[in-house]
């Protein structure tokens, strides 16, 4: 059963542990996944950019609509709208130190 990000046309996202804590993007890729957002690829932000504080919300291509259906189904991240035609999904999930699920569902 669909989740809160599942309304609307198809989202595809990449997810990113910019947390430093180790597991993160699994998790976060099973819980967007769980809300219907297509999770294309997951895994370590790149050490260039350091651990974040608070979870980002990347739009690379549509409108902060998309964003928002990310955060709705991740229950926080500050959207920010950034094209990138490059890349080859609509947004980029760069979890933060914030991010600290209560999962629901066997991880």
């Known amino acids: 059963m669909p989740g809160a990000g ?7 996202v990449e997810v990113l542990n910019a947390s ?3 597991g993160l993007a699994r998790i976060g890729t099973r819980m967007l ?11 370590n932000a790149p ?12 739009v690379r291509r549509g409108t902060e609509e998309v964003g ?3 955060r709705r189904a991740l229950g926080l991240g500050r959207v920010v709208v950034q094209p990138d035609s ?16 209560r999962l629901k569902f066997h991880p």
């Open 6 to 12: 599942s309304a609307g046309p198809r989202v595809t």
């Open 20 to 22: 430093g804590t180790p």
């Open 33 to 43: 996944r769980h809300a219907g957002i297509d999770v294309l690829t997951y895994g």
């Open 47 to 58: 050490a260039t950019m350091g651990t974040l504080d608070s979870t980002r919300i990347v």
């Open 68 to 70: 928002r259906r990310v």
């Open 86 to 101: 490059a890349r080859l999904l609509d947004a980029s999930v760069l979890l933060g130190a914030d991010f600290t699920p």
